[in-house]
């Protein structure tokens, strides 16, 4: 198995990038989506964060509150360490779920954090946002780390458009998020999502190609 790191800037196009390596046949492990999974109503997350921060985490039907918990991890007025007692409840759920996926793909218990399996051609590729601020404290292991760039100006156009953003609430997300050099320096591949999709899409054809071609080393088995 190989397994490939896959992030980007908010707004820049990762998520089309992800959906074209799906639709190439690899495995995408989403952790937007696995964030959302570990703490839905009657989930061991939920009931964790609600110990941790008390019973305004929740709703009055049992769903997580995010309002509520913004205030109270990212607000000015959060306790020091909020955010990294919830990163503590979170990120274990995560990585865990995201383990199970890979075990899933590759049809094999025994997946190792750096990534090799017996006799497995799988490429498994995670999706994560905040690749670059998680990355030292994952327990996995990437073949290769791929990020996805446009500039600032045209990813605060997109939210606007698509998202309903102001100009200031998508500046104000991006400065949430590591910076394009620091991606940049992460990443072995930088891709450019302001280049017409057919373009983009063909270099990352190339890509697939090359890992397909490396994973035929025995060193990824």
């Given at each position: 198995m190989m397994r490939i790191g896959l992030t980007g800037g908010i707004a820049a196009g990762k998520s089309t990038v992800a959906q074209h390596l799906n639709n190439l046949?690899?495995?995408?492990?989403?952790?937007?989506?696995?964030?959302?999974?570990?703490?839905?109503?009657d989930s061991e997350g939920l009931r964790q964060i609600v110990q941790e921060?008390?019973?305004?985490?929740?709703?009055a039907d049992g769903?997580?509150?995010?309002?509520?918990?913004?205030?109270?991890?990212?607000?000015?007025?959060?306790?020091?360490g909020a955010r990294e007692r919830l990163d503590a409840i979170e990120h274990p759920l995560i990585y865990e779920a995201a383990r199970r996926i890979e075990r899933s793909a590759v049809?094999?218990?025994?997946?190792?954090?750096?990534?090799?399996?017996?006799?497995s051609l799988a490429i498994v590729v995670h999706d994560v946002p905040l690749l670059t601020e998680v990355i030292g404290s994952m327990?996995?292991?990437f073949a290769h780390i791929v990020s996805v760039e446009a500039p600032a100006e045209t990813r605060v156009a997109r939210m606007?458009?698509?998202?309903?953003?102001s100009r200031e609430q998508a500046l104000a997300r991006i400065r949430h998020q590591s910076s394009e050099a620091e991606r940049r320096a992460l990443a072995d591949e930088v891709i450019d999502a302001t280049q017409p999709i057919e373009r983009m899409f063909e270099r990352v054809d190339t890509?697939?190609?090359?890992?397909?071609s490396e994973l035929?080393?025995?060193s990824y088995r």
């Open positions: 046949g690899l495995t995408v492990i989403d952790y937007d989506a696995l964030a959302r999974q570990v703490v839905a109503p921060f008390g019973n305004g985490a929740v709703t769903q997580l509150n995010r309002a509520w918990m913004a205030e109270h991890v990212f607000g000015e007025h959060a306790a020091p049809g094999n218990d025994s997946v190792a954090d750096n990534g090799t399996s017996p006799e327990p996995f292991a606007m458009s698509t998202r309903g953003m890509l697939v190609a090359q890992w397909r035929r080393d025995s």
